[in-house]
Every structure is written in C-alpha cells, then in structure tokens.
C-alpha cells in the first residue's frame, strides 16, 4: 500500500511549492508580453488564461504526483525522493506548455513554442526546483537509513546546485542569441564568439565545481571518520580539515569533545581509585553525566560482607619507617583487593589496616555468599604468597577474615560538600565482631549460620563455636570451611 507524500508536508510547504509555480507563470507571462516578438501580439487576456490554465495544471499535477507516488525504495533519500518527482512534473509542463501552444498557434514559428517549455525545463526545473529541493530537506524528517543518507553527500550536491545555476543561465543566453539570430537574419559570428566564450566558462566553472566539491567532500570525509574513531572509542581522532572555515571550526569542536572525553575518562579513572570502580561509574552515569546534585541516603540491600583485618598491626608499624609501612601495606592492599574484584566483590573501605567488602550490590550475581567465601580463600592464598617475598625483610603478616550476611543500608553518607558511598547496618557490625573471633586457636576465616546456609550444596563447612558476640542478643554459631584448621597463615 503506498502512501502519500503530501499529507506528510506540512500546508506552509506545499503552499510554498505551488508559489513557484504562479512565479514561473508570472516570468512567462512579462517575458512573452515584452520580448517575443510573436506571442506578445496575443491580447493579454488570452495569454493570462494560457499561462494561469498551466499553472493550475501543474498544481493539480504536484499534488497529485505528491499524494500517490510511493515510498523511496532506499536507494535515495525522501527529500531526493520529492525532488525527482518534483523536477518531472515541472519537465511534464513542459512539454504540456509546448505542445498546447504548438496546437493552437501554428503560424508562430517553431521556437516561439520551444521557448514557452524552456521556461518550465530551465527555470522551473532547473532553478526553482532547487529552492524546492531545500523545502524538502527542512520540512521533511529523513527517516531513511544511514547508508541511504549517506549517499546523499554534500560534496555532489554543491556540484549539482553549481552545474544548474552555471549552465542554465548561460544555455537560456545562447537561446536567446539563437533566437535573435535567426528571427532578425544577423550574422552568425556574434553568435560563435559567444558560443565559445560560454562554453570556455562554462566548464572552467564546472572544473572549479568538481574540485571544490572534491575538496569539501574530503573535509567531509575526514569529520566523519574523526566521529566514528571518536565513537569507537578513540579520543585522539586529530580532526582536521584544508580551509579555515564552519568546518575548520566542526573540527576544533571535535577535537575539543575528544578532550573531554579523555578528561572524563582520566577523572573517571582516578575517582575510581579512592572509591569502588562500580560506585564511580553509578554515580558519573547517575549524576555527573545529567548534571543532577547527588542525593543522600540510600536503600535497604541484602548482601553479604567481607571484614579483613591485620593481626598484631600495632608491632608491626612500630618496627618499620613510616615509608616502608606504606610500602607494605600498599602491597599487601593490591593483594587483598585483586582478589575480591576478581570474585565480584565491592571494595567499600579502608579502615587503617582492615578491608571491609561487599559481595551481591552488584547486579548479576548468583550467590553472593559463595563468591565472598571464595575470595577470603584467595585472599588467604595472596597472603602466603606476600609472606614469601616479604620473607627477606623479616616480616610476616598474619589476618582474619569474617564473612557475615544480611540487610543493609548502602547509599551516599555525608554532606553535599563530602560524601561517601558505603554500607551501614547491624550487618556490618557483626562482621567485624566475627572477624575479631578469627584468631588462633581459631581458623583464620569464619563466616556466620546464616553465610553457611546460604553456602549449601556448594561448599562443605564444619562448626567452629557458638559464641555470643557484643552486640548480639543470642548466641551465634561460627563456620568456616571443613579443610580449613587453625592459622595457616604461618610463614
């Protein structure tokens, strides 16, 4: 079923279209009443039907051309699309206007009636269609796909528009000399000087056409590839073009934007370095990125929580420089936290030399408890392997770890000068109060009944001890896992 290209135009555009028409008609009825010899002895009257007859023809014609035609197929734009169409009704009135006035004024010689269609082939087709062609473009949204806009370039449409406005003007003189020539029996050299003349600048014209729009083509060509590198993920596209003009200034802009995006990047990169990369990310995509002001507060999750805490860090910074504690620690911090993003683990905080994760925030997560439990494993493995170079200095580090899952609070904690994205709640608490439990004669990971409920069929854990910790009304039952024994993180 096709559909119609004029109700999809706006009224101001097809008014505007059927304007060109009454303009053409107005040129052809001065231009027959002031220069043709032979249609101006026509009353005025008979001519004015003659030129407002076509007129309304062609209207008639437009709208109905418009109305039923189809759809483009693809290859061309919909704006391309009625431009064609446009362009065939004007050379249809052409030959409409040449063959009526051939039919009725036989008498008149032979070029009286081509110049009556000239009018409507060179002008109207010509020119006027061109201004159309522009209508077109504004009025109507392309919704074609971006390979068929595509071939609509701008480097062929300057040629195009250059062509039609060079030689249509110079063609409609020749005429004019010809008809000149041949009505008043002049000599010919006039009109040889002239055709050569027009014919050297015209195509001098066309080559300075076809090599300007070669060069803005390639101005054009380099934007675009700057914005696919730039949309790929490359924010060095070095944008440039030949002439210091809007697209000079396109390319500046692009080149800006790039900058941006590499600063954005490098800010994203270094937030995500005092904070979880997670929490960088949601609060550039949530906030920074819109431009809204961050909200405190936060929202009830359930998740399960990691507490890792050094033993004996008090010594251990009394023995060394404060530079070498930093070393140390630095270190052994780039363990711990490789191991816990490398289980899908949240790094919510430092607290001197304890680590406190979460595990489930995050979407995707299957089970949570498993993963956290699997990274304290890891974390256990990192340490003996940091305790075997460390070995030489004389050190050895020794932690617990707690593992404790339920309801927390997480969201943004603070002022809108300071925030801090983390989690807080009874939860948090008692992992701390269980990480505190893993000591010697203790195993070094203990997780609370709930973490080793959660871990059922997918780990085998044994009961350590049931213990009231502070904070805690009722007694809690320890886990850890059935191989792990006391401290094994001896060196």
């Given at each position: 079923m096709t559909t119609s290209f004029a109700t999809r135009f706006p009224l101001k555009v097809r008014l505007a279209l059927h304007g060109g028409t009454l303009l053409v008609g107005a040129f052809t009825y001065l231009y027959a009443r002031l220069v043709c010899v032979y249609i101006c002895s026509l009353s005025p009257r008979v001519l004015l039907q003659t030129v407002l007859g076509l007129s309304v023809v062609h209207i008639v014609l437009r709208e109905a051309v418009l109305r039923f035609a189809p759809e483009p197929d693809g290859s061309r734009t919909p704006a391309r699309h009625a431009h064609l169409l446009s362009v065939g009704t004007w050379v249809v009135m052409g030959f409409a206007a040449f063959t009526l006035h051939l039919f009725l004024y036989r008498h008149f010689p032979f070029f009286s009636h081509v110049k009556l269609g000239v009018g409507y082939w060179l002008l109207g087709g010509g020119i006027v269609a061109q201004v159309e062609y522009l209508l077109f473009e504004q009025f109507r949204p392309s919704t074609s796909s971006p390979v068929a806009q595509l071939r609509e370039r701008l480097g062929h449409r300057l040629i195009e528009g250059y062509v039609l406005f060079t030689t249509i003007p110079v063609l409609v003189l020749m005429l004019t000399l010809v008809r000149l020539v041949g009505e008043y029996q002049g000599s010919k050299q006039p009109l040889v000087e002239a055709a050569l003349l027009a014919a050297a600048i015209t195509v001098a014209a066309l080559i300075a056409a076809v090599a300007y729009g070669s060069s803005l083509r390639r101005d054009s060509e380099r934007l675009l590839d700057a914005v696919r590198r730039v949309g790929s993920g490359d924010l060095q596209p070095a944008a440039s073009t030949s002439r210091p003009d809007e697209l000079g200034l396109i390319a500046l802009g692009i080149n800006d934007m790039a900058d941006g995006l590499?600063?954005?990047e490098r800010i994203r990169e270094a937030f995500g370095r005092f904070v979880s990369p997670q929490v960088a990310n949601e609060f550039i995509e949530k906030y920074a990125r819109h431009g809204r002001a961050a909200e405190l507060g936060g929202r009830r999750r359930d998740v399960v929580l990691l507490f890792s805490d050094l033993r004996d860090f008090t010594p251990l910074s009394e023995s060394l420089s404060?530079?070498?504690l930093i070393e140390v620690l630095n270190g052994y911090f780039g363990e711990m936290v490789a191991a816990i993003q490398k289980h899908g683990g949240m790094v919510d905080k430092f607290i001197g030399d304890a680590v406190l994760a979460v595990f489930g925030l995050t979407e995707g997560s299957e089970n949570p408890a498993a993963a956290a439990v699997a990274a304290a494993r890891e974390m256990q493995q990192r340490l003996k392997d940091y305790n075997a170079r460390l070995a030489g200095r004389g050190l050895c580090l020794r932690s617990g770890i707690g593992v404790h899952a339920g309801e927390v609070v997480a969201g943004y904690l603070g002022s809108a000068e300071r925030l801090e994205f983390t989690?807080?709640?009874?939860?948090?608490?008692?992992?701390?109060?269980i990480e505190s439990r893993a000591r010697?004669?203790?195993?070094?990971?203990?997780?609370?009944?709930?973490?080793?409920?959660?871990?059922?069929?997918?780990?085998?854990?044994?009961?350590?001890?049931?213990?009231?910790?502070?904070?805690?009304?009722?007694?809690?039952?320890?886990?850890t896992l059935?191989?792990?024994?006391g401290d094994s993180q001896a060196a």
């Open positions: 590499r600063l954005r404060p530079e070498d989690v807080i709640g009874h939860t948090v608490n008692v992992a701390a109060r010697e004669p203790l195993p070094s990971l203990l997780f609370s009944d709930e973490v080793a409920r959660r871990l059922a069929g997918k780990l085998d854990v044994r009961e350590v001890e049931s213990v009231t910790l502070k904070g805690v009304a009722e007694p809690m039952r320890l886990f059935a191989h792990e024994a």
